[in-house]
């Protein structure tokens, strides 16, 4: 019995250690280009059913950006967002791209309509302002809900809590 109490609480506290893949992560999954440092990886984007890259970037000020789409070949397809920093570039052919909307210079891999992997995303988000690189997302993102916590708490005290009673030796005759 008490094995199984340890295992438990063990199980619960690798839960409170152990982040989940939570919002935090998509959101952080942006890969970026600074200078002089290269790419990690390229993020998988299905093209629309007419060769249509959608997108969106998230800027703290709502205003119209300049972006271009640099094709294999090295051909520039120049566009630009609207106010709520929605864009669509037509004529896209499946491949890996570079795309650069404000501060954000990304790889892409579009897929004809059809041909992507099921991790592809229809949309492309983008964020403006400082990249994310590996190691330095905001703490928030390890730590778990408060939810979690109270969880935790209340099953490590359920553990804990019988476990001290029995070991303290002291039965109900007070001898």
């Given amino acids: ?21 939570n919002s935090c992560a998509q ?27 959608k997108g969106h970037f998230e800027s703290d000020r709502p205003q119209s950006v300049d972006g271009k789409l640099i094709a294999p070949n090295g051909k520039i397809i ?13 004529g896209v052919g499946g491949g890996a791209y570079r795309l650069v909307v404000g501060k954000q210079d990304t790889s892409l891999r579009l897929w004809k309509h059809g041909t992507a992997p099921p991790t592809a995303q229809p949309i492309l988000d983008l964020r403006d302002g400082n990249p994310v690189h590996r ?16 969880i935790g708490l209340l099953l490590a005290a359920a553990i ?16």
């Avoid at 019995?1 to 893949?21: D, S």
């Avoid at 959101?27 to 890259?53: P, W």
């Avoid at 120049?78 to 037509?90: I, Y």
């Fill in 27 to 53: 959101q952080n999954d942006v890969l970026t280009r600074q200078e002089g440092s290269r790419v990690a990886a390229a993020r998988d984007i299905a093209l629309g059913v007419d060769g249509v890259l």
């Fill in 1 to 21: 019995m008490i094995r199984f109490r340890i295992c438990l609480a063990f199980a619960a506290l690798a839960n409170l250690v152990i982040p989940c893949r």
């Fill in 135 to 150: 190691g330095q997302q905001p703490l928030s993102c390890f730590l778990p809900s408060g939810e979690t916590i109270l």
């Fill in 78 to 90: 120049r566009f630009r967002t609207d106010a709520a920093g929605s864009f669509e570039v037509a």
């Fill in 160 to 175: 804990a809590i019988p476990i001290a009673v029995h070991n303290s030796g002291d039965d109900a005759n007070g001898s």
